[in-house]
Structure formats: C-alpha cells, structure tokens
C-alpha cells in the first residue's frame, strides 16, 4: 500500500534560518506528490505540488522536487519567517479514487 | 482558487444528540469528496469517500452507521455523527476534488465536542 514518511518533529528555528523537511514515500504507480500546511484550529491549505518525477512545486518561498529515484519530496524554504509556524503534511495521491495518503505532520516554530 | 466550505467550524452538542457536518465546493463541482478525522497533534485520517449521487465508501473500522456521509449534489456533501459519545469529539475536516485535477482542496474544518 502507500505509505508516507515524513520527518518527526517539532521543528524550531530563528527567523531567516533555512528550512527542510524530509519526506520520503512508497507508492504504487505514479502518484502525485504534495506539501499542505496547516494553520492552528483551521483546515489544510495546499501549499504546493508536483505530479511527476523532476518536476519541481515552489510557492510562497518554499520548494519541493519529485524524486523519483529516492522517491522523495523534500520541502525546503531559504529563510524562513515567523509567519511560516504551523504544522506541515506530505501528502500523495494515487489510484482511481485519488485518495491522499498523508504523513504524520511536522510542526514547524519560528521565533523572531 | 477552488474554495471548500466547511459549516459550523464549532459545535458543542450533548451526549446522544445527532450532528451534522456540511461540506460545500463554491466554485467547482466535487466529483469526489473525502472527510477525515484529526486527533490532536496528530495526522489525519480518511473516514469516507463519496462521490456524488452513489454511496460513500468507508475506511476500515469506520461505522458507516455512526457516520452517515451524503453526496446528493456535485457541490454539498454531509457528514451526520448520529448519537454522538464523548469519544467522538475530534477535529473533522472534508476535501473535495474535481475530476480535472490532481489536488484536493480542503474546508476549514469542525470541532465537534460531545459533553
């Protein structure tokens, strides 16, 4: 079955540090990749995406590549802001029904 | 962008009561819609998948029967928590997808507390 590994938290970090955050997969196929964010007491957002193996999703700062061949989706950010704290999914999506398999969530800190 | 609506983002009902949950596409139609369950500091888990107009496929250990879900339209779908427990008091959040393409879109959520 699918499956998502996603790097344990919580993450902390200053303001302008670089971020990332590990996410690995096993799927069957070829699925779709994502990174949702999640603000306290809200639902997801989508943050962004990719939907084959080199393509590259970038939004807001933040960037992730589809690797096929490590099969991972790693989301980085080169400086973030204290904005940015919130709890990030991986997530990817396969099969007819494009059900998301999400990881456990990365809780994500920064102080000013 | 896709917008999903979810309604009441907060609802406190009694033990035995029945609650229901709506989840609205505004500006796309839904061919499939997902709701989840989310414990705290924890991920989320898919309870149900609908499409419209056919019934909901449910997860594993979900109780089709507690958890009434409704697809009656490509833009509304509801989920009841019939007789609701204490133990079912969580974060419930639906997504919706349209059939062109790969994402999910994602309501706002309800917290559902069961007293």
């Known amino acids: 079955g699918n499956s998502v590994t996603q790097m344990e938290g919580p993450v902390t970090l200053s303001e302008e540090a670089f971020l990332t955050i590990n996410c690995t997969y096993t799927a069957t196929g070829y699925p779709s990749l994502f990174w949702y964010v999640q603000y306290p007491g809200e639902g997801l957002q989508l943050l962004l995406k990719a939907t084959k193996a080199d393509d590259k999703g970038s939004n807001k700062g933040f960037e992730a590549t589809y690797r096929k061949e490590t099969t991972s989706f790693h989301l980085e950010k080169g400086s973030v802001q204290v904005s940015d704290s919130a709890v990030y999914f991986c997530a990817l999506s396969s099969g007819s029904a494009r059900q998301l398999t999400f990881g456990s969530g990365t809780q994500l800190t920064v102080l000013p | 962008g896709a917008v999903v609506s979810q309604h009441p983002s907060r609802v406190i009902c009694k033990s035995g009561t029945s609650v229901k949950i709506e989840c609205r596409s505004l500006d796309f139609q839904a061919t499939t819609m997902f709701w989840y369950r989310q414990f705290p500091k924890q991920s989320l888990m898919l309870m149900a998948t609908s499409n419209e107009g056919s019934k909901a496929t449910y997860e594993q250990g979900v109780e089709k029967d507690k958890f009434l879900i409704n697809h009656a339209s490509l833009t509304l779908s509801t989920l009841t928590v019939t007789s609701a427990h204490p133990e079912d008091s969580s974060f419930y959040i639906c997504?919706?997808?349209?059939?062109?393409?790969?994402?999910?879109?994602f309501g706002q959520g309800t917290r559902l507390t069961v007293v």
């Open positions: 997504s919706a997808r349209q059939e062109v393409r790969t994402e999910a879109f």
